[in-house]
């Protein structure tokens, strides 16, 4: 952990129903049913966005869009926007519990599809059930599995033999059915309740099966799939990447001209049918852009948290990196745009004042400290020397 004061952990993610403050003001979370946009509701989002907020968006590591700069006197009249567009649950609770994360290249009635949408129906209704801010569902049944690298703590997926439900943490899973899996999704949930994998609130399923291993039941293997999308076309549509995971809202509203939305983890949404995309505000559309390369949180002024401005730095930085190393810029240690490691980490621990670290967290211990922005665009060999 660096030198600066430990950042505050929330262990909740912002709703629509339940905002964040945060410095720019009120953070308002959208799941949108099976991460997907109609050109209604996107047109919709971006003229309330530009209304009620700072006309900025962003894409979560969840799949989610989120409003930025929201003013609190007008968070009602926001949601008074949203519940027509059919972006807004029954309630905060239903809301947190509908955590689900779906594979964006699903076609209409395949598994993912299918299962997506009865596990929201399931979740939606099963009003006793109280799990952590976090915990969330992946849906994750196309022919390879794509979503291994993004965060759950249940996923649903293909399995060398057929659909798996597995535990995260776990090699292995339970074999399900189309028909089967959202109602062992379920229970799934409540065995990890059961085995005190909560604790006051919080836990996360990798840690109950560290402790304890999966059910006795999960003896089916799962497949081991590393998987990097890049903007492109893809058989569902065009991938196009955004820059810090953030838009315009005016950049939603052109995009869903061109064919309805899918939100996806990648910081990427998917433009259903699209072929060629215009350039746009925040879009990357070139696989080889070096903005690709970098991540970097809100940074001050718009997180309360932030030590420092992060965005500007890691833009310049970009092309200076050596073809495929990634860099994480963070504004405080709670690294929030990179929780894993990262080759090349830059932490803010003062205003202009960074930390390097090699191969870790924006919490792990620093190679270099005592960096201003400056002296990494003068030398941004540091970055990689020695390595
Ligand atoms: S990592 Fe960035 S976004 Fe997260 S709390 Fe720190 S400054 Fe804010």
Same mark, same amino acid.
């Given at each position: 952990m660096s030198g600066s004061a430990a950042p505050k952990v929330y262990g909740w993610c912002p709703g629509a129903l339940r905002p964040m403050m945060s410095g720019d003001g009120l953070v308002v979370r959208i799941r949108a049913p099976l991460g997907r946009l109609s050109t209604t509701q996107a047109e919709g989002v971006a003229e309330l966005a530009q209304t009620f907020g700072n006309g900025l968006l962003d894409i979560s590591a969840r799949a989610n869009l989120q409003l930025r700069g929201i003013r609190e006197d007008s968070f009602e009249d926001l949601i008074a926007g949203l519940r027509p567009l059919g972006?807004?649950? *029954?309630?905060a609770a239903a809301e947190a519990r509908r955590n689900i994360l779906l594979a964006p290249f699903w076609q209409e009635d395949d598994d993912t599809h299918a299962i997506a949408s009865a596990l929201s129906a399931a979740l939606t209704a099963a009003t006793g059930l109280t799990l952590p801010g976090k915990f969330g569902f992946a849906i994750d049944c196309g022919?390879?599995?794509?979503?291994?690298d993004c965060a759950a703590d249940i996923r649903i997926e293909r399995g060398p033999a057929g659909l798996i439900l597995r535990a995260d943490g776990a090699t292995t899973g339970k074999a399900v059915t189309r028909e089967s899996a959202a109602a062992e999704a379920l229970a799934l949930a409540r065995w990890f309740l059961d085995q005190?994998?909560?604790?006051?609130g919080r836990g996360r399923m990798h840690r109950l099966i560290a402790r304890r291993g999966p059910p006795?039941?999960?003896?089916a293997l799962a497949l081991q799939r590393p998987f990097a999308a890049t903007p492109g076309h893809t058989p569902a549509g065009t991938l196009a990447a955004l820059e810090f995971g953030q838009m315009p809202a005016a950049t939603l509203a052109e995009l869903a001209t061109h064919g309805e939305i899918r939100v996806t983890p990648w910081r990427m949404l998917l433009i259903e049918g699209a072929r060629d995309l215009p350039p746009l505000?925040?879009? *990357?559309?070139?696989?080889?852009?070096?903005?690709?390369q970098v991540t970097a949180c809100?940074?001050?002024?718009?997180?309360?948290?932030?030590l420092s401005a992060t965005r500007d730095l890691a833009r310049d930085l970009a092309p200076q990196l050596p073809e495929g190393t990634r860099l994480h810029v963070s504004?405080?240690?709670?690294?929030?745009?990179?929780p894993g490691p990262s080759p090349v980490t830059l932490t803010a621990t003062g205003a202009d004042e960074f930390s390097l670290i090699r191969?870790?967290?924006?919490a792990d211990q620093p190679? *270099?400290?005592?960096?201003?922005a400056d002296r990494l665009r003068a030398a941004p060999e540091l970055l990689t020397e020695g390595s």
């Open positions: 972006l807004v649950d *029954i309630d022919a390879a599995p794509v979503l291994q005190g994998g909560a604790p006051e006795p039941s999960h003896g505000p925040g879009l *990357i559309l070139d696989a080889t852009d070096p903005r690709l809100t940074g001050a002024p718009g997180c309360l948290q932030a504004g405080c240690a709670k690294g929030c745009a990179c191969n870790g967290t924006a190679l *270099i400290t005592n960096l201003s």
